[in-house]
């Protein structure tokens, strides 16, 4: 029901910039959220910003006055802004949106992309 494509992501040295694109398909559903999640070799995947509905977000401490989330409601796209880039930011990063199906309104279903991989150097 819905397709994620990711790009941004690439090379960088520390200090840098990058903007991460997701754009998602499905026009008729309804996005609850959609964000960014981060899994680096060894760890888990973690919460990197999201954005609701409502145009709230939220982001892990770690990233807090470095990135910046947006979404285009006409595009189905979220954004991901990284400046200031340190090497533990290194990790693949993956687009996450919930929907609601219309007729299903109680039931929420996530949907993750492939990933798009983001390397800082020092």
Known sequence: QVQLVESGGGLVQAGGS?????????SVLRFVN???YRQAPGNQRELVAVVNDGGRTNYAE??????????????NTVNLQMNSLKPEDTA???CKVRIVPPA?????YDYWGQGTRVTVSS
């Open 92 to 94: 693949v990063y993956y």
């Open 34 to 36: 959609m964000g960014w």
């Open 104 to 108: 299903r309104f109680w039931e929420e």
């Open 18 to 26: 990058l903007r991460l694109s997701c754009a998602a398909s499905g």
């Open 62 to 75: 770690s990233v807090k006055g470095r990135f910046t989330i947006s979404r285009d409601n006409a595009k």
